[in-house]
């Protein structure tokens, strides 16, 4: 299993991707308020996981095409590229927080949005994916709009 080291960065990075895309398919069935659960709804929640599966190895792929195009050992431009994608995530996703009120109805501080503004620019990187802190005892609003043309076309 684990004779020579490509062995063990192969392993490394299959684990970390399932893991990563798990963690997305979670949240998305917490944030349904139970409808994607394996015991209500099986099917949608492995589709969910493939979805969630194939849409994270589709920018995994362009991610390593892009490093590729750089040349042998020049990973500094996908670094920076990555970079300047999560700060203009970030970005657009601040505003729309601070403008457009695309939030839950409690306030946040200013800490609190950069925070949440930052994560979910970090988590765009794989897929498109709002992440709102989750209530605490109350219900999800469900009749809110996502403008999520604007992230997928980023």
């Not at 994607?36 to 599966?53: D, K, M």
């Not at 095409?65 to 700060?87: E, Q, R, S």
């Not at 800490?111 to 994916?129: A, D, P, R």
Request: proline fraction near 3%; hydrophobic fraction near 45%; charge should be positive.
């Amino acid at each position: 299993w684990f004779n020579s080291v490509a062995e063990l960065q192969f392993w490394s990075i299959l684990t970390s991707f399932l893991s990563l895309s798990w963690s997305f398919n979670y949240y998305q069935a917490v944030k349904k308020n139970g409808a994607l659960g394996f015991s209500s709804n099986p099917i949608g929640r492995v589709l969910l996981l493939l979805s969630n599966i194939l849409q994270a190895s589709s920018r995994l792929v362009a991610f390593i095409l892009f490093a590729y195009a750089c040349g042998d050992g020049n990973f500094w431009p996908m670094f920076v590229m990555v970079l300047v994608h999560i700060a203009m995530m970030s970005l657009i996703h601040y505003w729309q927080i601070r403008h457009k009120r695309v939030t839950t109805d409690r306030r946040k501080t200013k800490l609190q949005t950069i925070y949440q503004s930052v994560l979910n620019g970090i988590s765009n990187l794989y897929l498109w994916n709002l992440i709102l802190p989750l209530p605490e005892g109350e219900k999800i609003n469900k009749t809110e709009k996502k403008e999520s043309f604007q992230h997928q076309l980023i």
